[in-house]
Nanobody
């Protein structure tokens, strides 16, 4: 069982930056691919970014490419999402997710089995 706890959300002005974090339980964190997803009011949850278990490969949704950076610190069982040049349309509840039993450089955008409770990010115009 994997437990995920997000933190770091908040209110930021358009053009600003914010970093959200996700702490994971379990001794095998380095074996998980990790992803960030978001859900805005009235919309479906969408993929934002993912990082392979090794940390060597990443993937991003087109809407955030060039602005967001996903990273992980395996020794601290933590994954981060650095969000720059934020826009009002980035406002959403941000979730982290874990996918187990993956190869070291696989970057999945689907198939995640474990989810956190989410952290709210609000970008004002």
């Amino acid at each position: 069982q994997v437990q995920l706890v997000e933190s770091g959300g908040g209110l930021v002005q358009a053009g600003g930056s914010l970093r959200v974090s996700c702490a994971a339980s379990g001794r095998t964190f380095r074996g998980y691919a990790m992803g960030w997803f978001r859900q805005a009011p009235g919309k479906e949850r969408e993929f934002v970014a993912a990082i392979s278990s090794s940390g060597g490969s990443t993937g991003y949704a087109d809407s955030v490419k060039g602005r967001f950076i996903i990273s992980r610190h395996n020794a601290e069982n933590t994954v981060y999402l650095q969000m720059n040049s934020l826009k009002p349309e980035d406002t959403a509840l941000y979730y982290c997710a874990a996918r187990t039993w993956v190869s070291a450089n696989y970057v999945p955008s689907t198939g995640y089995a474990y989810w956190g409770q989410g952290t709210q990010v609000t970008v004002s115009s």
